[in-house]
């Protein structure tokens, strides 16, 4: 039913005139607004006033942005939205307006705002020919989605930084105290964890901590009990693992409980992840990261990286839980150890480190919406 649908929402397209006044933003597959996107309809109202433009949020849940109405984009007046928008403002692809005829360059601006800098190999994708602009947060990075997404031109992708990161150079110990608040946690001087792997499609071999030989959830309750810590655990929105416990020294945060990852950054003194591009943004802190990869050698050819993993780490590298516990400790107790390496990696990855990028990406697509 919905295919055909979406037949008829083509033709639709093809024939309803398009107002260049008319933004609407939709993002992370329609399953909730996050990321840069959410951090550009934050600051829409105040950004954008006196332009003349009109903005809706697309959602099928009833998020609420003040000052921008949020429209269903499966009834009547959010199909006739999306079909007179002249602007389309994305995270992700087609599903982030709901509707995948609709995401059509050809019909209307769509300007892609993406999800974070990638090490593993993406693309190409059918359709990328669609998307009007992207940003980027780096060189590097506009170089590589050019070289991944073959129908996207490297002339159609701006360095902008991510919307999404400047909360962290804007008020960073505020977002801090937040995040504790919104988890209902007490800082009293331990140590904070991020636990925050990639996806990855194939369950055959899910190399994640807690399913490695030699782990055990008493050792690593042991574990932090001697360093004094405490391990938020952060599972990718693809893949939420359940078999992970919770008590009062490991904190599940799922999409569900908080959508951003900033906010776990800020609270961090250390990233425990993989092929993630957090990789990338948590350098923004200059704080130690750890590698788990006991899968290196495997993700190397499936799917592929973009980059030498062992050269453009900026940490210590690990692939059993012995080691891993190690280089925790030592990255504990001398955080400075790799600074002139993160450092170098930070400049390489991250433009800008001003806080505004917003501004930026805003600048953009008013500048695109109204030509």
């Known amino acids: 039913m919905k295919k055909s649908f979406e037949k008829i929402l083509a033709i639709l397209d093809f024939l309803i005139p398009k107002d260049k006044d008319l933004v609407v933003f939709g993002g992370n597959e329609m399953r909730g607004i996050n990321g840069n996107v959410a951090e550009i309809i934050k600051s829409w109202p105040k950004k954008t006033k006196g332009k003349g433009l009109r903005a809706y949020v697309l959602s099928v849940s009833g998020e609420e942005f003040p000052g921008v109405e949020t429209i269903d984009p499966r009834n009547l007046k959010g199909i006739f939205t999306i079909l007179r928008a002249g602007t389309a403002v994305v995270s992700h692809v087609y599903g982030d307006l709901y509707w995948h005829s609709l995401y059509n360059g050809n019909r209307r601006r769509i300007i892609n705002l993406w999800h974070g800098t990638p090490l593993k190999r993406i693309g190409p994708w059918r359709g990328w020919g669609k998307t009007t602009a992207m940003i980027a947060a780096s060189k590097i990075e506009r170089l590589t989605l050019a070289g991944c997404l073959e129908q996207v031109r490297l002339e159609q992708i701006f360095v902008t930084g991510f919307p999404r990161s ?3 150079f804007n008020d960073l110990q505020s977002l801090r105290q937040e995040t504790l608040r919104k988890l209902g946690l007490r800082d009293d001087g331990q140590k904070w964890l991020l636990y925050a792997p990639t996806y990855r499609k194939s369950s055959r071999l899910p190399h994640y901590i807690h399913r490695m030989p030699g782990f055990s959830y008493k050792s690593l309750y042991r574990f932090l009990e001697q360093q004094n810590a405490k391990l938020l655990v952060r599972p990718h929105v693809n893949y939420v693992f359940t078999d992970f416990p919770e008590n009062d020294r490991i904190i599940f945060v799922p999409f569900t409980k908080i959508a951003e990852i900033e906010p776990l950054f800020a609270l961090a003194d250390l990233l425990i992840t993989d092929y993630s591009s957090s990789i990338f943004e948590y350098l923004n802190l200059n704080r130690p ?8 050698e495997e993700y190397e050819k499936i799917p592929g990286l973009l980059f030498d993993y062992e050269t453009i780490f900026p940490g210590l590298i690990t ?3 012995k080691d891993l516990q190690k280089s925790i400790v ?3 107790y001398s955080p400075s150890k790799y600074t002139s390496l993160r450092e170098d990696r930070k400049k390489m990855f991250n433009e800008f480190t001003d ?4 501004e930026r990406c805003i600048e953009i697509i008013c500048d695109m919406s109204l030509k």
């Open 166 to 168: 400047d909360k962290l």
């Open 289 to 296: 990261i750890v590698a788990f990869v006991p899968d290196l």
């Open 319 to 321: 692939k059993t839980w």
């Open 330 to 332: 030592e990255s504990l």
């Open 355 to 358: 806080g505004k990028s917003t």
